[in-house]
């Protein structure tokens, strides 16, 4: 898929490539990768989807509440927090706690950072 203007087309948009996140060699052939949960994986999966979605600029501002991984990953919400806890050991993942601000009925979700990607 090019992204520059052919030259028979006058005035061509230019597209922007879509985000995407790289895997270092290192991670793809460790032994952490290896091995990870199915539920582990799922929830890795739908942190890296949320962190395209922000274009790549939000890591560290990951806002996924627990029903939405549930619902993405296809996970229940009672093993949400063993894949998470998962995650943070194997180092793929940091997790910041949400904060209720005061008079607050429900707390907000946890922010998660992805420890792999280039940008912070």
Do not use: W
Not at 23 to 36: D, T
Not at 76 to 97: F, N, S
Request: proline share 8%.
């Amino acid at each position: 898929m090019s992204y520059r203007r052919r030259p028979n087309e006058k005035h061509s948009r230019y597209e922007a490539p879509p985000p995407y996140v790289q895997f270092p060699l290192e991670l793809v052939e460790s032994v952490a990768l290896a091995a990870l949960s199915l539920a582990a994986s799922r929830v890795l999966f739908r942190l890296i989807a949320e962190h395209l979605r922000n274009a790549g600029k939000e890591n560290g501002k990951l806002a996924v509440p627990y029903r939405q991984l549930a619902t993405y990953a296809g996970v229940h919400q009672k093993e949400i927090a063993a894949a998470l806890a998962e995650l943070v050991d194997l180092g793929l993942l940091v997790i910041v706690q949400g904060r209720r601000p005061k008079g607050a009925a429900m707390a907000r979700p946890n922010l998660y950072r992805l420890t792999f990607s280039a940008r912070p």
